[in-house]
């Protein structure tokens, strides 16, 4: 109960006591499915989910995400919310890296980073165009006084009353980086559970395993679908709102999503596993 009564944090600063029992908590899911599946396929498929997870929750901080206001040109980002477009990123890098599969971990791991950040890096580019030709207004951010990338100012092209509006170019690169790390990371839950599907499942059902190859591949793609879905609307919550990318105050509140999101992978994926696993 200490870390539901807890206090919450102010800004980027993580709460110890919560942090602290977080941690005791993953330990002790990392040490059950050790316990109950042994250091084999099982626990190494755990240990990927995390750091799966870990990747996402990372990587959703990237993404700028302006939601309603942006809409209105109001503030910086896309106009939708952080789970949203999260989403879109991860899958596009998990068809990617489910395409790759057959060339192995790193490879389909890498393509579908390269996936989910050129979704990302396409979406910025017609956001961007849509802001200037339809809207007809600058990209100009409202954290920083100059572009972290370019050194461009910023305050002359924001207008009075907003709190920036576009996607300046820094918010750009930042959402590109989101989607790779996203994408990579549902890509590599996604290689983990199904290498461990592919050589329990037969004995399971007692079939061959091409015959159980397409149930293999779909139980992958549902559990890699929901843990990222899980570990993108607990960054999002983190985020509290709207954020511009790696610029943005709100980036520094990423420890605490780490925690979290390696927590719920955890707890997911021991789910995921003990289906086959036990």
Known sequence: MSAIAAKPAAGAAMDMTSTLIGIIILLILIA?????????????????????????????????????PAAMGQAPGIATGVAMLAAGAGLAGLFGGAWAAELGLVVATITGA???????????????????????????????????????????????????HGLPFVSYVGGVIGGIFGGGGGT???????????????????ALPGQVLPIAI??????AIGIFLVNAVLAAY?????????????????????????????????????????
């Open 32 to 68: 059950a499915t050790y316990f109950v599946a042994g250091s084999g396929l099982a626990f190494m498929a755990l240990i990927g989910v995390i750091v799966g997870g870990i990747l996402i929750g990372f990587g959703v901080h990237f993404v700028p995400v302006g939601g309603a």
């Open 114 to 164: 390269i996936g989910g950040g050129l979704l990302m890096a396409v979406t910025c580019m017609f956001v961007n165009f849509i802001y200037v030709f339809g809207m007809g207004i600058p990209s100009a951010s409202g954290k920083v006084d100059k572009d972290p990338i370019t050194g461009d100012t910023q305050k002359e092209f924001k207008s009075q009353g907003t709190e920036g």
């Open 188 to 206: 590599l839950i996604y290689l983990m559970l199904l290498d461990l599907y592919k050589v329990e499942l037969p004995g399971m059902m007692n």
């Open 218 to 223: 779909t139980l992958a793609g549902i559990f």
């Open 238 to 278: 983190n985020i509290t709102g709207t954020i511009e990318g790696p610029h943005d105050p709100k980036f520094k509140r990423f420890p605490r999503a780490i925690v979290a999101c390696a927590i719920a992978s955890a707890l997911c994926g021991m789910v995921a596993i003990m289906i086959v696993a036990v």
